[in-house]
């Protein structure tokens, strides 16, 4: 038997690439959780990695934040992998902005504020996201917005390993360095930047439609905020917007960097 016989399938929630995620009632403890389910058989068709759920588990099972979705536990049967985490009674930020067309400065500020908290932490333990994007946030809206960061699918370690190589997640998010050889951790600021310029635009940051065109369009001309401001943003946002998508990974903003800026103060002093 597997800890599958624990779970009491309640609603579908969402679906990635590659998974299923389900709302479960887990029997012995009485929680709601969220299961993803990945079929073994699809992986074996798109030739992945069928150790990818597990490094995702051990990954996430490494970290402990308030604004990353917290680890159960991970099981297979002949069928599928299982990775049961923490329910996130909410919905994600993609799905948000659908509704919502545009956020306003202030709530894209609490939004990015505790994603920025996220990525501080989990930077800190030596990991890169490589896939932050408003399908991988989670809202939860308790007695104020919480911000829960999921999906560390394609994460890695980068302790052992200075620069980390590899072209993972959507390509509107890539940082110019994914596509040009070894990068770092800064890739996940950038990711963190362009998710922010579509919260407050609702707009892509790119024209190009394919994959392939858009990464063609990141080397020629990265995403930059311009001068001429189109959106009227205020000035405090348009330099916070300018540090998280600085080309030189070097001169970019670090997650501690970015949480100290003025563009956050007011989320800050409620935080502390
Ligand atoms: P994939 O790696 O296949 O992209 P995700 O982990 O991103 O899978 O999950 C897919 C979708 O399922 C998410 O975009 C979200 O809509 C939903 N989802 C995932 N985890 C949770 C959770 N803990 N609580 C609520 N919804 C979730
Ligand atoms: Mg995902
Ligand atoms: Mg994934």
Known sequence: TTPLIDYHSLSFLGRGGFSEV???????SGDLRALKIIRK???????L???SLIREASILESLNHPNILKFYECFEDDTNYYLATEYCAGETTYKRLRKMQKFSEEVAAKVIYQVLLAIEYFHKKGVIHRDIKLENVLLAFEDTLQVKIGDFGNAC???FCKKSTGIFGSAF?????VLAGPYTEKVDIWSCGIMLYILLTGKAPYNEKTPESIKRSILLHPF??????????TPKLMNFLKKLLEINPEKRFSAAQALNHSWLSHEKRKND
Not at 22 to 28: E, G, N, S
Not at 173 to 177: D, F, K, R, T
Request: charged share 20%.
């Open 41 to 47: 058989s699809l992986l074996v068709k798109q030739q």
């Open 22 to 28: 389900m709302l479960c009632k887990h029997r012995p």
């Open 157 to 159: 370690h980068f302790s």
């Open 173 to 177: 998010y890539l940082a110019p360095e």
């Open 49 to 51: 990695d069928p150790s």
């Open 224 to 233: 930059q905020v311009t001068k001429e401001n189109p959106h009227n943003f």
